[in-house]
């Protein structure tokens, strides 16, 4: 049986342990302090000897397509360049690190800024097929702004043809995989989503079309960048409201279906995630964020993103509803990673809800059953220690668990524009009494 302090393989590359950062957008930008900002985010969990760092969503195209202020994009050779300083930095600590190529299509700030879209008036949406009625609602209803633009067949071999470049770009700057955001609402889930993808084209039609854009990404990605390590997250669309709102969206068994399928794809590892059809909190489990919501000093940039003083108030209510239905959940992912495993011999990576030391033994098979994973990973626990590592790996005790409540404080500045950080002064202080303790140095 593995443990945390096992190394294991993804794609022929190496990782020393089996503990993971998950992707948390950075939102760096592309500006002069981009890569400081990324080693400043990064580096800590490298130090604390984190085996694997997922660098958050950054974008293959050169316009449109960010999900949130301030995504960095990854289509300029000379700017993906300068990340060889980060790439340097991980290795230096013995981690590995992947970056994650990402388009918003639907999900982009386009559609759901307000600000930015008075200010690029002229962007469209890149689309995998007209929009559901779902969102045309939200539109008439002047939450979202929708001016889809539906892909051309050719146009969908050029987008993938986009991240098979960024691939290779990241690839010479150091980078030790690619990791696809595969779900979230980002425009690869919109391809696998039956909710999104009505195409007549090759793309679409059946669960194997649905599943082409990911071929043709791999094989973009495999010309261009040759065998770097690749992952996926995949999406299980379990969370999304029952029929007859949302009628049609992918199973449990449509994800396994489709992660067994990647691994013949050639995908050297996968992310099972449950994930709903659009982007709420089914993928940050947890509390009503109380204190962000009133943060007064944010309301600034609340307004901005979601256009007005109602509207913000509007999001925080649908918010609270949210947090009931998508309360906290240990390990959420546990049943849907246990199941792809037996599916594939590819290594299978957990993240969601993970929180102590004893769980991620059992996950990852302490004898008592079945392993539900190969890899653990967590996200915001992140955001309150940076270097959370040291804490967790090797001599760790049984009960060792991490500060973060979950309480997504974080989340909601995070998405509009803030810096990701963690935002509850009582965790913050456990960090700096555990800190003074020296319990973060190796
Ligand atoms: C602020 C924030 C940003 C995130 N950014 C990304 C991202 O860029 N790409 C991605 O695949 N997931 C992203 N996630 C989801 C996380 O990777 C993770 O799956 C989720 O937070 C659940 O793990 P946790 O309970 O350990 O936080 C983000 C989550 C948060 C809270
Ligand atoms: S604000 Fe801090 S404690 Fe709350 S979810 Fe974010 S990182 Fe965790």
């Given at each position: 049986?593995?443990?945390?302090?096992?190394?294991?393989?993804?794609?022929?590359?190496?990782?020393?342990?089996?503990?993971?950062?998950?992707?948390?957008?950075?939102?760096?930008?592309?500006?002069?302090?981009?890569?400081?900002?990324?080693?400043?985010?990064?580096?800590?969990?490298?130090?604390?000897?984190?085996?694997?760092?997922?660098?958050?969503?950054?974008?293959?195209?050169?316009?449109?397509g960010?999900?949130?202020?301030?995504?960095?994009?990854?289509?300029?050779?000379?700017?993906?360049?300068?990340?060889?300083?980060?790439?340097?930095?991980?290795?230096?600590?013995?981690?590995?690190?992947?970056?994650?190529?990402?388009h918003g299509g639907l999900r982009s700030?386009?559609?759901?800024?307000?600000?930015?879209?008075?200010?690029?008036?002229?962007?469209?949406q890149l689309a995998v097929?007209?929009?559901?009625?779902?969102?045309?609602?939200?539109?008439?209803?002047?939450?979202?702004?929708?001016?889809?633009?539906?892909?051309?067949?050719?146009?969908?071999?050029?987008?993938?043809?986009?991240?098979?470049?960024?691939?290779?770009?990241?690839?010479?700057?150091?980078?030790?995989?690619?990791?696809?955001?595969?779900?979230?609402m980002g425009i690869?889930?919109q391809?696998?989503?039956?909710?999104y993808?009505?195409?007549?084209?090759?793309?679409?039609?059946?669960?194997?079309?649905?599943?082409?854009?990911?071929?043709?990404?791999?094989?973009?990605?495999?010309?261009?960048?040759?065998?770097?390590?690749?992952?996926?997250?995949?999406?299980?669309?379990?969370?999304?409201?029952?029929?007859?709102?949302?009628?049609?969206?992918?199973?449990?068994?449509?994800?396994?279906?489709?992660?067994?399928?990647?691994?013949?794809?050639?995908?050297?590892?996968?992310?099972?995630?449950?994930?709903?059809?659009?982007?709420?909190?089914?993928?940050?489990?947890?509390?009503?964020?109380?204190?962000?919501?009133?943060?007064?000093?944010?309301?600034?940039?609340?307004?901005?993103?979601?256009?007005?003083?109602?509207?913000?108030?509007?999001?925080?209510?649908?918010?609270?509803?949210?947090?009931?239905?998508?309360?906290?959940?240990?390990?959420?992912?546990?049943?849907?990673?246990?199941?792809?495993?037996?599916?594939?011999?590819?290594?299978?990576?957990?993240?969601?809800?993970?929180?102590?030391?004893?769980?991620?033994?059992?996950?990852?098979?302490?004898?008592?059953?079945?392993?539900?994973?190969?890899?653990?990973?967590?996200?915001?626990?992140?955001?309150?220690?940076?270097?959370?590592?040291?804490?967790?790996?090797?001599?760790?005790?049984?009960?060792?668990?991490?500060?973060?409540?979950?309480?997504?404080?974080?989340?909601?500045?995070?998405?509009?524009?803030?810096?990701?950080?963690?935002?509850?002064?009582?965790?913050?202080?456990?960090?700096?009494?555990?800190?003074?303790?020296?319990?973060?140095?190796?």
């Open positions: 049986m593995a443990t945390l302090e096992d190394p294991i393989e993804i794609g022929g590359v190496t990782i020393p342990n089996r503990l993971y950062r998950a992707p948390l957008l950075e939102c760096a930008g592309n500006g002069p302090d981009a890569v400081d900002t990324l080693i400043d985010d990064l580096e800590p969990a490298a130090e604390s000897g984190v085996g694997l760092i997922c660098q958050g969503a950054t974008i293959v195209s050169g316009d449109g960010c999900a949130a202020p301030g995504m960095t994009r990854v289509h300029d050779p000379e700017f993906v360049e300068r990340l060889s300083r980060l790439t340097d930095r991980i290795h230096d600590h013995g981690s590995r690190i992947v970056v994650q190529l990402e700030m386009e559609t759901w800024h307000a600000e930015y879209r008075r200010e690029h008036p002229d962007l469209e097929s007209e929009p559901p009625w779902q969102l045309r609602a939200l539109d008439r209803l002047g939450f979202l702004s929708s001016d889809p633009h539906v892909l051309s067949t050719d146009e969908v071999y050029e987008l993938a043809a986009d991240f098979g470049r960024s691939a290779a770009y990241a690839a010479d700057a150091g980078y030790d995989g690619i990791h696809l955001a595969g779900a979230n690869v889930q391809f696998l989503s039956p909710f993808n009505h195409r007549d084209d090759e793309f679409g039609g059946s669960p194997e079309a649905r599943l082409e854009f990911l071929a043709v990404v791999h094989d973009e990605i495999r010309k261009r960048a040759g065998d770097v390590p690749l992952l996926t997250k995949v999406p299980a669309e379990t969370p999304a409201p029952p029929s007859p709102v949302v009628r049609r969206k992918l199973s449990l068994e449509d994800g396994i279906e489709i992660a067994r399928r990647l691994e013949k794809i050639g995908y050297d590892a996968v992310v099972p995630v449950q994930t709903s059809v659009v982007w709420d909190m089914s993928i940050v489990r947890g509390a009503y964020p109380e204190r962000a919501w009133g943060n007064e000093g944010l309301y600034d940039e609340y307004d901005a993103a979601f256009g007005g003083t109602t509207r913000r108030k509007l999001v925080a209510a649908a918010n609270r509803v949210q947090s009931l239905q998508y309360d906290f959940d240990p390990a959420w992912n546990e049943d849907f990673c246990r199941r792809v495993r037996e599916q594939v011999s590819i290594p299978v990576l957990a993240e969601g809800g993970i929180r102590e030391r004893s769980r991620m033994d059992r996950l990852l098979g302490d004898g008592s059953e079945e392993p539900a994973c190969d890899m653990v990973g967590m996200a915001r626990p992140f955001y309150a220690e940076p270097r959370l590592g040291a804490r967790l790996l090797k001599d760790a005790p049984d009960n060792a668990r991490v500060l973060c409540e979950s309480c997504n404080n974080c989340t909601v500045p995070q998405v509009t524009g803030a810096p990701g950080m963690c935002r509850t002064p009582t965790v913050l202080q456990r960090r700096g009494d555990l800190e003074r303790e020296g319990v973060y140095e190796r």
